[in-house]
Structures are given as C-alpha cells and as structure tokens.
C-alpha cells in the first residue's frame, strides 16, 4: 500500500500488506522514461465490482481514456462553445468522461460544491445560473426533474443503469439525449445510443451502438458468437 507518513499507521491497523511510505521510496531519475507514454501505460487505477459483485483495482489505460474521451465529443457533437458540468464524484469513472470530454474539446468544465449537487433545488438553480449545457446523470436520479429544470441543456447523457422509455421521453423533444453504456474495464463507455423522439421505442432503451474504437460482439452462454438474427 503505497501511503504518506500520516495514512501509514491506519494502514497497518487494517491490512497485513506491505506499507511503502512516499517520502521514504528512493528518488527515480527521469532518463528511464526514454519513450514518453505511450497508449498501453496505464493512466489511473479505479476501485469497481464491475460485472463480477467483487471489488477490485481496474487499470484504465491512456489510450482508452483517449479513445472514450473523442468518441464521446463526436457522438455528443461537443465544442468549445459547451459548459460541462462533473456531476460525478471523481471516485467514479463516469468523471473520466466529463473531465477528458471538456479538455479535448475546449469546453468549461464545472465544478459544483456538494452542497449543491445534494439540494435538488440548489442544483436547478446552479444549473441554470452557470448555463450548463451538457450533463450526465443516471435514470433513477433523472426521475426527480423536468424539462423546465433544464432549461441550458442541449445534450443530456443518461447512464449507469438500465434507461426506460418514461424515465427519458418527456426529455427528448426539448433536449438531444443518449443512453450511454459501459465497464469501467472498458474505459467507462463502450455504446451510445441517440434517443430519437420521432422513433417508436419499447419499454427499455437499448444502448445502441459501438464508439469509435470500440466493437461490439454477441455472444451465447459458453461464450461462443451468435449467429446473425439470434
């Protein structure tokens, strides 16, 4: 566990694993770093039961990071003109998205005390005092607000979560809504689906269609491909 001097005795009294305190690992000449970072280094480490119920340290890499981040400015249509708001905790990897999304694209990025984010009605007003333009949140909590709530919007991303079609429809004429999709292990989104409101949808939206880099593949139980219409 690598820690600084303060964290090492809570460390101690909670895990056998070996302690390394920052202050004390030797000094690193800069001359080994002789190729730069390339887009198998690893970028951050996230801590997520993702598809297996059992916590553990995702690596997510740069050049997923970096693949993410543009396959979402091209599928959102995002540009410096935006105003984006992290409305995840950066303990999540959906603040990948916000974050990576804003800087390559020029756009402002947002920051909202959690006060606010935690007041709904703080939250409507932030959200329309700092013209926020793009936002991301999950469904269930996207059932506590209304159109009128969003009235900066232009792009709303819905995820994390299996989307309905009630939770998202009264949304869609007012405002260009995607069903996201992805594993951390993935590098937070793998699909995205355009909320079209002239299309007849069933009762779930589906999570449409690979990014760019990304690609889909079908398989059965033994984890074999599927055939084509099955």
Avoid at 29 to 43: F, K, L, V
Avoid at 97 to 112: H, K, P, Q
Avoid at 142 to 158: M, N
Wanted: net charge negative.
């Amino acid at each position: 566990i690598l820690t600084n001097a303060n964290g090492a005795d809570t460390c101690r009294q909670v895990s056998k694993r070996q302690i390394a305190i920052i202050a004390e690992l030797p000094a690193v000449s800069n001359s080994i770093r002789t190729g730069g970072t390339g887009p198998e280094d690893a970028a951050i480490i996230i801590y997520t039961s993702g598809t297996t119920g059992f916590p553990k340290g995702v690596v997510v890499h740069h050049g997923g990071l970096v693949n993410t981040a543009l396959g979402q400015i091209e599928v959102f249509g995002l540009t410096g003109e935006d105003r984006i708001l992290q409305y995840s905790s950066i303990y999540y990897d959906s603040s990948l998205a916000e974050i990576f999304t804003s800087l390559f694209s020029g756009a402002c990025l947002l920051v909202f005390p959690t006060q606010v984010t935690a007041d709904r009605q703080a939250f409507r007003t932030a959200l329309r005092e700092q013209k926020v333009t793009v936002l991301t949140m999950s469904p269930s909590t996207l059932e506590h607000y209304v159109p009128q709530d969003f009235s900066t919007l232009r792009v709303l991303i819905v995820a994390g979560e299996v989307l309905y079609k009630k939770q998202v429809e009264k949304f869609t004429r007012q405002i260009r809504c995607f069903n996201g999709y992805g594993l951390t292990e993935t590098s937070v989104c793998a699909t995205c689906e355009y909320i079209d409101p002239d299309r007849e949808y069933g009762a779930i939206i589906p999570i449409g269609r690979a990014i760019r880099g990304m690609t889909i593949e079908i398989l059965d139980d033994s984890l074999h491909p599927v055939a084509d219409g099955e």
